[in-house]
T-cell receptor
Framework: NAGVMQNPRHLVRRRGQEARLRCSPMKGHSHVYWYRQLPEEGLKFMVY????????ESGMPKERFSAEFPKEGPSILRIQQVVRGDSAAYFC??????????????FGPGTRLTVL | KNQVEQSPQSLIILEGKNCTLQ??????????LRWYKQDTGRGPVSLTI?????NTKSNGRYTATLDADTKQSSLHITASQLSDSASYIC??????????FGAGTILRVKS
C-alpha cells in the first residue's frame, strides 16, 4: 500500500506562470488536505476536500489559488499567476475518515515550489 | 489567535542521551494533540495522538505527556539515536478539520 504520493517533488516557475501540484492519497482514503510551509515556519492549513467536494477552504487565499479532488484521479492544487511569495513547500495529507477525531493524517513528501 | 508554541527552537544532544521538547498551546476548543516527526525534505510522520483525557502516551522511545489544564505537552526521547535527528512538530486539533501546527523543534543528535 503506497503512501501519499505528490508530484512533482520540485517545481520551478517564473512569475506570472501557473503551478499545478498533484496529490494521490493513500488507497482507501477519501479525505485530502493541503498545507503550505514557508521557510522557518510551521505548516499552515489551506484546504480540505473529499471526492468532488471542497469541505473547508478557509486557509486558502481567495485569489489565484484553487483546489479540486475529482471523482477519478489525483487532487490538484492550482496556483495561477505565481508570485515570489508563493515559494514554499506544499504538503498534501490524506485520511480514511474526516480526521476530526484521533484519525491520523498521512502526509506526502511535499512539492517544493520555487518562483523565480 | 490560536497558537502553538514550541521550545527550544533547536537542540543538539549526544547519541544515547535523553531529551525533552516542550509545547504550549492556546488553541480552543481543544480536541487532541499530536506530535509529528519531520525529516529534512520529507512530510511529517505521526508519533503520538492524545485526547483531552490522556496524560501520557508512548511510542517506542518516544513518550508524550499532556496537561490539558495548563495547556502544555512534552515529548521525551529516550536513548537518542542519530536517526532521531529531525524536526519535531506539536500539532493541536480544535475539533474541526484544521490542525494548528507549531514551528517545530529541530533536534540534532551527534555521535
Amino acid at each position: 500500500n503506497a503512501g501519499v504520493m505528490q508530484n512533482p517533488r520540485h517545481l520551478v516557475r517564473r512569475r506570472g506562470q501557473e503551478a499545478r501540484l498533484r496529490c494521490s492519497p493513500m488507497k482507501g482514503h477519501s479525505h485530502v488536505y493541503w498545507y503550505r510551509q514557508l521557510p522557518e515556519e510551521g505548516l499552515k492549513f489551506m484546504v480540505y476536500l473529499q471526492k468532488e467536494n471542497i469541505i473547508d477552504e478557509s486557509g486558502m487565499p481567495k485569489e489565484r489559488f484553487s483546489a479540486e479532488f475529482p471523482k477519478e484521479g489525483p487532487s490538484i492544487l492550482r496556483i495561477q499567476q505565481v508570485v515570489r511569495g508563493d515559494s514554499a513547500a506544499y504538503f498534501c495529507a490524506s485520511s480514511p475518515l474526516s480526521g476530526t477525531g484521533t484519525d491520523t493524517q498521512y502526509f506526502g513528501p511535499g512539492t517544493r515550489l520555487t518562483v523565480l | 489567535k490560536n497558537q502553538v508554541e514550541q521550545s527550544p527552537q533547536s537542540l543538539i544532544i549526544l547519541e544515547g542521551k535523553n531529551c525533552t521538547l516542550q509545547c504550549n498551546y492556546t488553541v480552543s476548543p481543544f480536541s487532541n494533540l499530536r506530535w509529528y516527526k519531520q525529516d529534512t525534505g520529507r512530510g511529517p510522520v505521526s508519533l503520538t495522538i492524545m485526547t483531552f483525557s490522556e496524560n501520557t502516551k508512548s511510542n517506542g522511545r518516544y513518550t508524550a505527556t499532556l496537561d490539558a489544564d495548563t495547556k502544555q505537552s512534552s515529548l521525551h526521547i529516550t536513548a537518542s539515536q542519530l536517526s532521531d535527528s529531525a524536526s519535531y512538530i506539536c500539532v493541536v486539533s480544535e475539533g474541526g478539520n484544521k490542525l494548528v501546527f507549531g514551528a517545530g523543534t529541530i533536534l540534532r543528535v551527534k555521535s
